[in-house]
């Protein structure tokens, strides 16, 4: 695919790239919607990938294009690059342009090619690897000499800010640090981080995604209306945020709050993000130990807690963990905002088969589209190809 990107970019700009670089999407094993709350995240990095082939500009002009998307290159002025402009997918590239300006970071300008084999609408963070691979590009061919942490933090501030999504740092993050091989335990308040082992396959297991094909409306403001809710709770308990709740005093948290708040809704934020604090110092014990099979209950208490306490599942998200369940997988939930996208289902290589089937089938007999089903490999993060 970047030689894909290469021959894209001669086609558009008539010239040669400087580079090509690569960027993945991202599945998420446990630790869903705690990072905007400093909480503990294990993301792994998937083989999909955005591919970028970049050069530099002096004339303080951005352009983009991208082979997956029908219509001529975008063309901006980066001193008129405005937050809340609806640029569709380039408002995530151009938004890290601004988030780097925005820091002092001597861009000048770039004509940037972009192919991806990321799905989009599926909860795999597409745009985050978008923003990862316009980020890593320009770092290195500006020299600017930032890290990978640094990196995620700009491409954060871009959906924040530019795009107007207020997402936390997970998918940047995975995006940009994950390697081969390996799951990220990473811990979102100082994002201190460590690469844990993931091969399933040494254990005869396999981990697919499920892509529902799907994606509710509601999904974006629902997002930042689970925000809110967070923000209040913690607000209301005393604390910087909810990662700062201890699992062992959840019940005196949530009697103060109800002393405090009239809202349910509140309430299932907070014990779903401390619960899943808690799923995740769960799963990295079990790794740790060995014990990888006994990370699916822990995947399913996940998904009952994001269906029950956050609510953010839907029909087609429920049908995929309970029609996996009863075909024999290990354990199964959501993984990525929720209303749509795609669940994980950690399974025995040998009921792989057996549990494709029995999700299609549902799929099938709810009327519902055929969902797109695949392996979840972990692989590198960001590089220069």
């Not at 086609?11 to 905007?36: C, K, Q, S």
């Not at 063309?75 to 809340?84: A, S, V």
């Not at 749509?340 to 089938?361: C, D, F, M, P, R």
Request: charged content about 20%.
């Amino acid at each position: 695919m970047s030689q894909g990107a290469r021959e894209g970019f001669r086609e558009v700009y008539g010239a040669e790239p400087e580079g090509t670089w690569a960027a993945p999407g991202r599945v998420n094993l446990i630790g869903e919607h705690t990072d905007y709350n400093d909480g503990f995240v294990m993301p792994l990095a998937l083989p999909h990938t955005v591919h970028a082939a970049v050069a530099r500009r002096d004339d303080g002009v951005l352009r983009l294009h991208s082979a997956d998307v029908p219509g001529a290159a975008y063309q901006l002025r980066l001193d008129e690059l405005t937050p809340g402009a609806d640029g569709g997918w380039a408002a995530y590239p151009a938004g890290v342009v601004w988030a780097m300006r925005a820091a002092g970071l001597p861009v000048n300008g770039a004509d940037v090619q972009i192919t991806s084999t990321v799905p989009t609408g599926a909860g795999l963070s597409s745009s985050a690897a978008l923003e990862v691979v316009t980020g890593f590009a320009l770092s290195e061919l500006y020299g600017l000499g930032l890290c990978r942490a640094e990196l995620a933090r700009l491409c954060q501030r871009a959906e924040n800010d530019f795009v107007g999504m207020p997402c936390g740092i997970m998918d940047q993050m995975a995006s940009a640090c994950c390697t081969e091989g390996h799951v990220l335990h990473l811990d979102t308040r100082d994002l201190s981080r460590r690469q844990v082992p993931f091969d399933l396959a040494a254990e005869g297991l396999r981990m697919l995604v499920v892509d529902t094909r799907v994606k509710h409306t509601l999904a974006d403001g629902a997002y930042a209306e689970r925000r809110r809710a967070c923000e209040a709770g913690a607000t209301a308990l005393g604390v910087p945020a909810l990662r700062d709740v201890a699992y062992e005093e959840l019940g005196t948290a949530l009697a103060r709050l109800d002393a405090r708040l009239d809202d349910p809704g509140v309430r299932g934020c907070v014990r779903h993000i401390v619960t899943e604090n808690r799923r995740v110092e769960e799963t990295i014990a079990l790794l740790d130990a060995g014990e990888t099979r006994a990370v699916g209950p822990v995947l399913t208490a996940g998904h009952l807690s994001l269906r029950d306490d956050f609510r953010v599942s839907c029909e087609e998200l429920d049908l995929v963990v309970e029609s996996a369940l009863a075909a024999g997988a290990l354990g199964a939930r959501m993984t990525g905002g929720g209303f749509g996208g795609s669940a994980v289902v950690l399974a025995e290589e040998t009921g792989t088969e057996k549990i494709i089937e029995a999700v299609t089938s549902a799929f099938e007999a709810a009327g519902h589209l055929v969902p797109q089903v695949f392996e979840a490999v972990p692989s590198a993060g960001a590089r220069r190809l």
